[in-house]
């Protein structure tokens, strides 16, 4: 079981910037997908940008130039950098771990919120 412990959610004015970041309690994230998605009530859980073990990154459309997800394999963490923030970023942001195998494996942290005022 891997453990992924999410921070650095909260208020923040329209404009602004937030940092997440993600640790994962294994070693073996080097070799993952790591991702972050997003959920708002009443939603499904959305992609927001995933990253894989050899750099590609894919973003959400809505996000491409603002947010830039990289990874620090020592630490075993993953970061969401959000610059420009908007009110329509408001959600509850989820780190996730896939690993492609025999089996493939895939968890998700518990979440940290965003709240982007106008």
């Known amino acids: 079981q891997v453990q992924l412990v999410e921070s650095g959610g909260g208020l923040v004015q329209a404009g602004g910037s937030l940092r997440l970041s993600c640790t994962a309690s294994t070693s073996a994230f080097r070799f993952a997908t790591m991702g972050w998605y997003c959920q708002t009530p009443g939603n499904q859980r959305e992609l927001v940008a995933t990253?894989?073990?050899?750099?590609?990154?894919n973003y959400a459309d809505a996000v491409k130039g603002r947010f830039t997800i990289y990874r620090d394999n020592v630490k075993n963490a993953v970061y969401l950098q959000m610059n420009s923030l908007k009110p329509e970023d408001t959600a509850v942001y989820y780190c996730?771990?896939?690993?492609?195998?025999?089996?493939?494996?895939?968890?998700w942290g518990k979440g940290t919120l965003v709240n982007v005022s106008a």
């Open positions: 996730n771990f896939k690993r492609l195998g025999i089996p493939a494996v895939e968890y």
């Open positions: 990253l894989t073990n050899t750099g590609t990154t």
